[in-house]
């Protein structure tokens, strides 16, 4: 168990930096469209003849076409283009925050993680993981505990093939070692297939490279 949870809080604690490192554009990257300068609007639900509103496109006098979930915060003063909001969009006029006439900037992070997926993966998956760390570890301190007392069963005690769990870590550990280094270093600078044929050949090498290092040298009987 302790093994395993040291998987799950390395992991935890990746997913959690991300959550935390990953923002959306900077302000400055921004542009404002108040609703009062949106010259049309349209509802419409996603499945037909369904009267359920999904989306609420917004048409500028500029020509730019905006796309607004009716789930987002602030939907119904969208859709009936309430003068006293604006929204902070990007050059692809992707939603980023919801603005007021007094120059607050509002719900940001909300947008962060809807349009970064990354962001809210790693506060969902990171979190559990943490989590999962935890009670990994509290088994183990538990039955250890137990072991060293002469109060834990025989029947509860679980045979450990070493090697296995040396291969099964030490794969587990160049996983975390690719998307927490070598991904971020090659990001942006290498197609996504590339990264992914990099990930598969060095994990099949050092699996092979264990496992061939174990049929040459096998156990003491």
Same mark, same amino acid.
């Given at each position: ?119 809210? $993966? ?16 509290? $088994? ?31 794969? $587990? ?8 280094? $070598? ?39």
């Amino acid at each position: 168990m302790l093994p395993l949870g040291l998987v799950f809080l390395v992991i935890g604690i990746l997913g959690l930096r991300n959550y935390f490192r990953l923002k959306g554009p900077p302000l400055s990257d921004l542009h404002e469209v108040r609703l009062l300068n949106v010259t049309n609007v349209v509802a419409e639900s996603e499945i037909p003849s369904s009267k359920r509103i999904d989306n609420i496109w917004l048409w500028t006098s500029t020509g730019a076409k905006i796309r607004y979930r009716s789930r987002f915060p602030y939907s119904s003063e969208v859709q009936h283009l309430d003068p006293h909001y604006g929204l902070l969009l990007d050059r692809f006029n992707i939603v980023w925050a919801v603005t007021t006439s007094r120059g607050e900037v509002l719900k940001r992070n909300y947008f962060d993680e809807y349009n970064i997926e990354a962001k809210s $993966v790693g506060k969902f998956c990171g979190g559990f993981m943490v989590i999962g760390a935890v009670c990994a570890f509290f $088994v183990f301190f538990y039955n250890e505990r137990r072991l060293r007392a002469g109060t834990l069963p025989a029947e509860e005690m679980m045979p450990i093939r070493t090697r296995q769990l040396i291969l099964i870590g030490s794969l $587990v550990g160049y996983l975390v070692f690719c998307v927490a280094v $070598v991904f971020p270093l090659l990001s942006g600078k290498l197609p996504g297939w590339v990264l992914m044929l990099i990930w598969v050949l060095g994990g099949g090498l050092l699996g092979n490279g264990i496992v061939s290092y174990f049929r040459k040298h096998p156990p003491r009987s």
